[in-house]
C-alpha cells in the first residue's frame, strides 16, 4: 500500500507537533483505531448498549476470546476498536481504578471519573518521549446515579459523551446510519436491535449472532450483563424479517 | 496541506533554539491552538466573561461533553483552545493547585499566583528533552480580592493580563472586533453580548445558544456560574435584533 | 533476499505507528515467528496435546535440548514458535508467575491467567521505547478446573483461544489440514494422531519420531507428560498405514 | 527568513562544539534575546536604575503583565530581555535563592552572589545533554554593602559587571549611546533620564510612558522602587524639550 | 573487505527486527564468534573433552595467557570462540553463578542450571536498548549426576546440547569432520585425539601442541584437569602415525 | 568561516573515536580554548606568576568582571583561557575541593592532587555520553611544600607541569617568546616583568595595565596575592624602556 | 588525512558489531593507542623493566609530568601507550583496587587479578551503550609470588601476558626488535639496555635519557624503582658503543 522508503521512516520517531500544528503518531494511532474491526454503543434510558463485530479467522477458534466487549465494574462495560492487547492494558487500568474506589472510598466509581483516569494515561503517552501513543478508541457504557451514561476515547486522549456512537472500521457509515435512526424513547430491545442494524449495515446484511459481542447496563439493577446468543439470534431474524417488510 | 517528506521530518526531534533564536516546537503548538475552536473572555467591573465556541460533529454528540469552559476553584473559571487533552492535564493541574492552596493555607488562591503555576508547568515542557510542549492556550478568568482577573497562557509558558481576549480559530478578527467594541465600563450582560457577538464575528452570523459554552465570575458572589442556554438564546436574539437595527 | 541499504535501514528504530496505523517492529517480530519450525495445539474433551517439529542440523546435537515444549507447571505446557531465546524468557515467565501463585495463595494459577501475565509483558515490549517486540509466538495447553484450555500469544501481546492451532513456519498448510481434520469429540490417542498428521503436512510425508517433541496434560490426571519416542513412532505407523489405505 | 530545510535540521540536537569550538545553541539562545524588547541598566553613585521597553500587541492587553522588571529581592531587581518564560524561571530561581539566605543565614543574599547562582545554573543547561540553553539575559542591579551593582547574565552562563548597559533588541546602538552619553557621577534623575533616553535612541523618538517599565534601587534606602508612570511621562517631557533645544 | 559507507553505518544502531523478522546485530555477532579460532567438545561416556586453537600473534606472548579454556567449577569447563573480553565475562558470570549455589545450597550446579543462567543473560543483551549483544559462543562441558553433558551457548542466547561441537573459524568443517569420526563409545584418550584431529583438519595438518589449550572432566573424579603438554604431543605423534599409515 | 550544512552537523552528537583513533570534540573543545584571551604562567624559584589577558568589550564594562585570575585557595591561583562559564565551574570545583581537604584533613591540599582532581572532572566529560567536554584550558600556580609549581589542564583532561606556559589565543607565538626569554633564575620581579612582556608579545606593543589581571603566589608567605594596576603599570613602563634601549 | 564528511560521521554512534563481526569504536581505540608514544615491557627472571618514551613538546615542560609509567602497588608498575587522561583513569582503577585487597584481606593482590580488574571495566566501556571505549593500552609488570610477571591490556578489554612486548605508535618495528634480540636469561641490565635499544629503533638513533621514563619491579625486592637519568645515560653510552664496535 506504500513504499519501503516511506515504510522505514515511521520506524523511528516521538510524538511531535509539525509545522501545522498536528500530532502524526496521534493521527496514526487514530489510523491503527480504523483498522479495527467496529463496537458501537447505544444509550436508552432504560440502559446502555455495547455492541462489537468480533473477527475470528478460522473455525477453529473460540469466538469468545476474540473479546471486544469487557466488563471493567459491575455497572461499566467497555468496547474497544483497534490494538488489541492496547485495549486490554487501558480495561485493565480501568479494571484497577475502579477496585481502587471501591476499596479506598467504598463507593462505585463514576462513569465519567472512570473514563477520565483512562484518558489522562492515553494522554501522557502522547506527550512524554520515549513511547507512542495507545492504538485504541474505547466506548464506555454504564449507569451512574441511576443515569445512564455513554463515554469515547480516542487516542489523543480526548473524551466525548454521546447518544449513540461507532467506533473502528467504517466509522463513518455506521455513525450515518445511528444518526439517521437514533431515537431518544428506544427501550432496551430498540436499543439491541439499533446495535445489531448498525454492525450489519457496512455489509448491508444482517451479522451473525455468533460473530458479534453484545452487552447491556440496564438502569434497573445497573448491571453489566452479556447478552446470550439465542438472544441475539432471535432480534437478528426480527431485523431480518423487518428489512424484508421493507 | 504539506508533502509527505516534511511530515516525517517533524516527526522526530525536540525543543532547540534555530539558527535565528526561534523554538519551532512552540510555534507549532500555537498551531496547533489556532486548529482549535475559539474562547472569549471578557473583563468587566462587575465580573469576568467566558465564552467558548463548541465543535459538536454529530447531533448524537453531548454538546456538554465538548468541554471548553472548566471551573477550576469556586472563583476561577479557565476557556481552553487547542488540544483537548492537554487542556484538560493543565485544568487539572490548576484545580490541584487551587486545592492545596485551600488545604495547606486555609486561603482562596489568588488568579496571577494559580496562572503561573500553571504557566511554570508549561514552560518546563519547552527546555527538558523528550517531550513535546503542550498544545493549547487558556484564559484563566476569576475574581482575587474583590478584582476581576483575566489572563492567558501561551505554549511558550507566558502569562499575558487582558481587558478582552480571544485565542483559537480566527482569533485575529475576533481580537480586532474585541478592540472596537469593548468599553471598560460594561457590566455583566455587557460582556456576555460582546462575548457572545465576538464569538459571532467570523461567521458574521449568530452563534447558536446551544454551540457555545459561557460562564461568568461576578465580582458580587466571587462564584464561577455557567449561563443556561435559554439566557444565551435571549441574549443572542437581542443581538440579532440590535444587528438588523443597525 | 533484501539489500544492504534496507538491512542497515532496520538496524535502528523504535516501535512507533506508521501513517496507516501499523507497528512495523511487530509485524517484522512476526515475521520471525514463521522463520521458526512449526508446533500444533489440539483440544479435545479429555485434553490438550502440544507437539512441535524440532530443527536438528547435526546428527550430533542431542534432540532433546531443542526444547520446544515446555513444562510451565504440573498442569500447563508452553509450545514456542520462532527467536528460541525469547521464548525461553517468556516461558521462565510463566514458570515464576505459576509459582507465584502456588506460594502466595496455595492454589493452582488458571491457564487464561497465565497466558494474559505473558500478554501483558509482551504487550509492554511494543509499547516502551528501548525495546524489540518478543520474537516468539506460543501456544499454552492446559487444565483448568477439570476443562481442557488452549491459547496462543502473539508479539503484539494478544491472546486468542483455539480448539486446534498452528504456529510458526507453514502455518497457513497446517492451520487448513487443521480445520479439515478437526473434530471436537477427539480423544486424546486421536489428538496425537491429528497433531502429529498436521505437523507432517507441509512435507506431504511422516515426520520423524526423533524430530517431534510431543507433550499431553489430560483432564483426567491434569497433569503435563512427554509423550516418549517410542509411542510416537507406533502413532506415526499407524498414520503410516491409513495414509497408504488411502 | 530562512528555508525549510534548515529549520527541520535545527529541530533537533544537542549542545556541542563545533569544529571552529562554538557552542551554535548557546550562540542560537544570543539571537533569541536580540529578539526580546530592549532593557538598560545604568549604574550611579546614588543606586541602579532599571529600564525596560514592553511590546504591547493590543490596546486591551494590560501592559502591566508585560512584565520586564522582576523584583528579586528588597534590594535587587532584574530587567530581562529574551525569552520571556525563561526569564520567570531564572527570576524564580534568583528570589528563592535570596529568600534561603535570609532564612538560612539571616542575611541579605550579595549581588554577585545572587548573579552567580544564576549563571550556575545557565551553564548547567549549555553543557548537559537533553535540554536546550535559558534563551534569555538578565540585567541584574542592586545595592550591596552600601554600594550599587549592575551586572548582566548571558546564555552561556557568563557574567559581567557594567557602569551602563543595554540587552535585546538593538543592543548595539543603544550601548553606543550609553557609552557616548553615561557619566560616572550622575544622580539618580540623570540615570532615569539616560536609560529613558537610550530606549528612545533607536527610534529616534521619545518612548511612551506606558510602553517602559522603570525601576530602581537607591544607596538610601536600598530598597527596590517601581518608577510611577506620572513620573516617567515628566522625566521623558523633560528629555523631549532637551532635544528641542539641540 | 567493505567500503566506508557501510562501516560508518553501523557504527550506529540497536537490535531491532528486519523486516523479514532477523536480528542483524545477533547475526553480526555471529560473524566474530566465526573471526575467532576454533574450539571443540567431544562428549565421551568417560567425560567431555575440551579443545582450543589459540593463535598467538608473538613468539614472546605466553601461550598460556591465550586463555581458551576456562574452569567455571571443578567439575565444569568452558571453551570459548570469538571476542575474548566478552567471553571472560561470560565464564566470570557462571563461576560467580557456581560460586552462589554452593554458597546458598550448598551443592554443586548443574551444568545446564549453568548454561541457562548464561544464555539468560546473553538474550537479554539482545533485547534491551543501549547494548550490543555478546560476540562470542562457548562449550560448556562439565559432568552431573555421573553423566557427562556438553552444550553450546550461541550469541541469540540459545543453548543446544551436543555429543561433539565446534565453534569458531572454519567450524563448517570441524563440525563435517566430527560428524564422520565421532563414535558414542569414545574413552577419553579416543575423545582427545578426536579432538585434536579435528582442530587439524582445517589445515590438514597436525597442530603443534603449544598452539592448543585442551582439559578433560572425567566421570570418575567429576575433576576439571588440564592437559600437559607433553601428553597432548604422544596424542598428536600417534595421530601423525596413523594418518601416515592411512 | 563555515558553510551552513557544516554547521548543522555538528549541532548533534557525542565523544567518541574516529576511525584514525581521534576525539574530535575534544579536538573542538581545543579551538574553544583558542578562541580565548591569552593567559600566561611562569615558575620562578620565588613563586609563580599567573597573567592573562582580559577583553573588554566596551568602555562601561568594568574590567574586574571579566575575570581571568581566580583564587583557589589561599596558595593556590588559577588562571583561564575559553569559555568562560565552563572555567567557572572548574574554578568552583577547585576552590571546593580545596575546603574539603582543610575540612576533613585539617590541611592544605597540593597543587598537584588539586589539579588532578579537575582533570578527573575533565576526563569523565570526554567520556559520558550526554555531555560535551569543558571548553577551557586552566593554569593551576601555586607553592606546595615550599615549592612552586605550575600545572596545566587541557580538555581531554591531561595535565602537564611547566617551568613557564601560554594558553588560549597566539599560545604558539607566546610560548615561543618564553622559550626564548625565561630563565630558570628569575626573580618575581623578573617573572612578572617576563608575563606582561609575553603577552604583549602577540601584538608587538605593550599591553594596558588596565587590559590584564595578574597575580603571584610566593614561596615566602605562601599566599595569593593580585597584582595592583600601578604596580603593572611601573613595570609596564620599564619593559617598554628597555624595548627602546634595544 | 581524511575528509570532512567522514569525521562528521564518526562523531556520532555507539559501539555495535559491523556486517563482518567487528566493533569499530574499538578498532578506533586501537589507532589512539597507536597515536600515543611507544612503551615497552621487558620480563627478565630477575624482574621487570618497564620503559616509556615521553614527547615533551616544549623546553618548559616539566618531563616528569609526561608520566608514561606509574606505581599502581609497591610491586606493580603500569606503562601506558595511548589517550593520556583515559591512561590516568584505569591506573587510578588499579590503584584503588590494590589498596582494596590491602585494606579488606591484608595482602597484596597478584599481577593478573589486578590486570583483570582492569580490563573487566574496559571491556564494559565497550558494551555499554552511551560512553566511547578507553583509548589506551597498558603494560603491567610485577612480580607475584616471587614470580616476575608482564601483562597487556588492549582497548578491547583483553589481556596477554608477554615475556616482552611494546605497545603505542611503532609498535610493530619494535616488537620485531625485541622477538629478534630478547634472550631469557636476560638480568635486570640486560633488560634495561634492550629496553632503550628497543625504543630507539625506530630512529635508528639512541633516544635521549631526559625523554624516556623508566623502571624496574625486581624479584629480589619486589619494589617499584624509578630508573635515575644518570643510570639511564651510562646504559645509553654503552649502547651507543656497542653500535659502533658492530
Chains 1, 2, 3, 4, 5, 6, 7 share one sequence.
Not at 511531535?16 to 502524526?24: C, K, M, N, T
Request: proline share 4%; aromatic share 4%.
Amino acid at each position: 500500500m506504500q513504499g519501503q522508503s516511506q515504510q522505514q521512516a515511521y520506524d523511528r520517531g516521538i510524538t511531535i507537533f509539525s509545522p501545522d500544528g498536528r500530532l502524526y503518531q496521534v493521527e496514526y494511532a487514530r489510523e491503527a483505531v480504523k483498522r479495527g474491526t467496529a463496537s458501537v454503543g447505544i444509550r436508552t434510558p432504560a440502559g446502555v448498549v455495547l455492541a462489537a463485530d468480533r473477527q475470528v479467522d478460522s473455525s477453529l477458534m473460540e469466538p469468545s476470546s476474540v473479546e471486544k466487549i469487557h466488563k471493567a465494574d459491575d455497572h461499566v462495560g467497555i468496547a474497544s476498536a483497534g490494538h488489541v492487547a492496547d485495549a486490554r492494558r487501558l480495561v485493565d487500568l480501568a479494571r484497577r481504578r475502579a477496585q481502587g474506589e471501591q476499596l479506598r472510598y467504598g463507593q462505585t466509581i463514576g462513569v465519567e471519573t472512570l473514563t477520565r483516569a483512562v484518558t489522562d494515561h492515553i494522554q501522557e503517552y502522547t506527550q512524554t518521549g520515549g513511547a507512542r501513543p495507545f492504538g485504541v478508541a474505547l466506548l464506555v457504557g454504564g449507569v451512574e446515579d441511576g443515569e445512564p451514561r455513554l463515554l469515547e476515547t480516542d487516542p489523543s486522549g480526548t473524551d466525548y459523551e454521546w447518544q449513540a456512537a461507532a467506533i473502528g472500521s467504517n466509522r463513518d457509515v455506521i455513525q450515518g446510519f445511528l444518526e439517521e435512526r437514533y431515537r431518544p424513547d428506544l427501550d432496551l430491545d430498540g436499543g439491541l436491535e439499533l446495535a445489531l442494524s448498525a454492525l450489519s449495515e457496512p455489509e448491508d446484511d444482517p451479522v451473525n449472532a455468533g460473530d458479534v459481542d453484545v452487552a447491556t447496563i440496564g438502569t434497573d439493577d445497573e448491571t453489566f450483563r452479556s447478552v446470550p446468543e439465542d438472544r441475539l439470534e432471535s432480534i437478528l431474524a426480527e431485523i431480518d424479517g423487518d428489512e424484508s417488510d421493507e
